[in-house]
Structure formats: structure tokens, C-alpha cells
């Protein structure tokens, strides 16, 4: 099958402990974990058995030796992320709040996440896809480089899967937006979750904003419900996957371990409804651990899951 690859920051992340504790200063925070969401989707899609590739850039410390040792150990070809000896590597700190919301403090501008450098000629042999978080998209070095490698990988006959994850916090910009705009109408997956579809297509209800992205380059849809399940379009079909019961414990990375999950299984050939029920069982156990990147799973852990019939019928 094709080689799914992706670019962008790749950071540790800090968790707070205290539900409600805001970001003031409190000793009760867990970490580093490795993150970036781009890092978490290729992890997990090489966790599926997808052949991956990683580009981006780590500073000459522990977090990021670690990052890059966790993404290899998991089956991603990490040649092409770079050290940068002069910066160090990029940190995150999130807190939830009783009602479920989070608040980010990132700290990627001046780190070796900015570092990115992208040339056509690092990009595999083969059949591509490229996905992008539109995370990255925020931070002016990592929106260039990743529109540069949508540019080459659709110039290669290659394929564009997207999260558009659209959060506010990074997409201060209007080049963020229009840079988001214009691969959202190149992309054949599209994956984002109820919320973004109001960032998307304001105004638009969710038939409208579905008809919208299907009449651009989209054949594949998987619409993202948290709590509610998700939905997958494609060639006329839908299905509508039930949720399953959990205990949310830390829902970042969630998303992203559902677009790995998603497009790692499509791009090993296995049907629309299977990739996404499997996608659906990844996400949900993504929520019940502390931590972006622990909430990734295995085959056999998203087996397990489905065997006990724990869906919200
Ligand atoms: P994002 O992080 O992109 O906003 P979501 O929160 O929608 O993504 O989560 C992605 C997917 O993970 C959901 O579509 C669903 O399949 C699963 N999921 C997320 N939160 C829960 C939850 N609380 N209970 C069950 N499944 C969940």
C-alpha cells in the first residue's frame, strides 16, 4: 500500500493532574509525554502496520531523543526528522476544567520545531499520502513547509488527508485559515470533528458543510463526534458509528489517534466501515489514558475493546 507521511512539530507535553487547577502554578502536573499532532497520527498509523514517515525537526536534548526513539520504536521511519543543536525542543502544558474544556500554553515559537525544512527530494519511492494537522498550520515556518509538501505530494500524483483541527489558540492568523482553506479543497479524507465544520463553513449546517466538502476533492469523510461516536461518508454510503462507554480521563490526541487509526487501516486496504468502527474503538481508549501519545493503541488492544461490547447502543 501507499507510505503515509507527515510533518510538523513534534513536542513533549505536560498534563495537569487537577481538574479545574487553571494554569497557575501547581506542582501537580505529568510529563513529558511525547506529542505534536502530527506525531501522534503517525505514530498510531504505524502502529496499524501502515508503512510512515516523519519529517520535522527535535533539539539535541532528552525530549526530543526520546520523541524520536518513541516514533522509531513504533515503526516510523524517522530519517527524515533533523536535530537542530542550537534550540531546544518544543513543550506544552494543558489543564481541564470540570465542564470538559482545556486551556494550551504552547511553546513552539524559537524551538526546533521551527527548524522544519522540507525538500521534494527527501519524500519516499511510491504511492504517498500525506496528512496534515491543521494544528501545525498556526506557526508561519510550519505552515510553509507543509504546504510546500502538500505541493509535492499532489504534484507526485499523491494523496492529501486532513484533520482540520482548527484550534483557536493557533489559528490567530488569517494565512493560517486560508492556508487550511486551500488543502481542505485538496484533500480526499477529510476528518474533523463537529466543531471544526463551524470554523469551516460558518453559517453552514452539517448536511450543507458535508455536501460542501464532498463537492471539492473529498471522496472519503469521517466526521468526528467525541463522546457521540462518528460518522463516515463515501460514495454515497454512511454509517454512522455508535460510541463507546468510557471514562474520559485526558481526551487530547484522541483525534489524531482516530485519523491514524483511520487512514493507517484505509491505506492497508481495509473497507470504509471496518477502518472506521476500529478508528471509533481507538479514539475511546485514547480518552481513558493520561497522556497525547499513550493513548495510542495496538491491534490488539482495539480487538479487545471491540470484543467487549461496551457501545452506547
Ligand atoms: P478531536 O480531538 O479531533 O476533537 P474527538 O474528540 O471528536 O476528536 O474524538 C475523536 C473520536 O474519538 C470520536 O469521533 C470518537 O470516535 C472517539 N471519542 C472521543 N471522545 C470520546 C468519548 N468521550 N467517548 C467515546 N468515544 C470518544
Redesign the pocket.
Known amino acids: 500500500g501507499p507510505t503515509i507521511i507527515s510533518a510538523g512539530e513534534l513536542l513533549v507535553e505536560f498534563v495537569s493532574h487537577r481538574k479545574g487547577c487553571g494554569l497557575e502554578v501547581v506542582s501537580e502536573y505529568s510529563g513529558p509525554y511525547p506529542s505534536g499532532a502530527p506525531a501522534i497520527f503517525i505514530d498510531q498509523a504505524a502502529r496499524m502496520g501502515a508503512a510512515t514517515g516523519f519529517y520535522g525537526t527535535v533539539g539535541d536534548d532528552g525530549f526530543g531523543r526520546s520523541l524520536v526513539a518513541r516514533l522509531r520504536e513504533d515503526g516510523v521511519d524517522t530519517s527524515g526528522i533533523s536535530t537542530d543543536p542550537d534550540r531546544t525542543t518544543g513543550t506544552a502544558f494543558v489543564s481541564y476544567y470540570e465542564d470538559g474544556s482545556r486551556t494550551f500554553i504552547f511553546h513552539l515559537k524559537d524551538t526546533a520545531a521551527e527548524a522544519i525544512s522540507f525538500s521534494a527530494e527527501d519524500l519516499p519511492d511510491g504511492e504517498l499520502i500525506l496528512h496534515v494537522s491543521a494544528a501545525s498550520l498556526g506557526a508561519p515556518k510550519l505552515r510553509n513547509v507543509i504546504v510546500q509538501a502538500v505541493e509535492a505530494v499532489l504534484a507526485r500524483g499523491g494523496r492529501i488527508s486532513c484533520?482540520p483541527?482548527a484550534r483557536p489558540e493557533l489559528m490567530r492568523d488569517d494565512a493560517a485559515r486560508q492556508a487550511l482553506q486551500e488543502i481542505v479543497e485538496q484533500s480526499w479524507c477529510l476528518?474533523p470533528?463537529?466543531?471544526?465544520l463551524g470554523y469551516l463553513f460558518p453559517g453552514l449546517g452539517e448536511a450543507a458543510a458535508i455536501e460542501r466538502m464532498l463537492s471539492a476533492k473529498a471522496e472519503i469523510i469521517?466526521?468526528?463526534?467525541?463522546?457521540?461516536?462518528?460518522t463516515l461518508i463515501s460514495q454515497g454510503q454512511r454509517f454512522d458509528?455508535a460510541?463507546?462507554?468510557?471514562e474520559?480521563l485526558d481526551?487530547?490526541?484522541?483525534?489524531?489517534?482516530?485519523?491514524g487509526t483511520f487512514v493507517g487501516l484505509l491505506a492497508q486496504g481495509v473497507s470504509l466501515e471496518e477502518a472506521g468502527r476500529r478508528?471509533?474503538?481507538?479514539?475511546?481508549i485514547?480518552?481513558t489514558r493520561r497522556g497525547p501519545m499513550e493513548g495510542n493503541s495496538s491491534p490488539e488492544e482495539i480487538d479487545a475493546f471491540l470484543a467487549a461490547e461496551n457501545t452506547r447502543a
Open positions: 484533520d483541527n476528518m470533528s463537529t466543531s471544526d469521517a466526521l468526528k463526534r467525541g463522546a457521540e461516536g462518528a458509528i460510541p463507546h462507554k468510557v474520559e481526551p487530547t490526541g484522541a483525534g489524531d489517534g482516530f485519523c478508528a471509533n474503538a481507538a479514539g475511546a485514547a480518552v
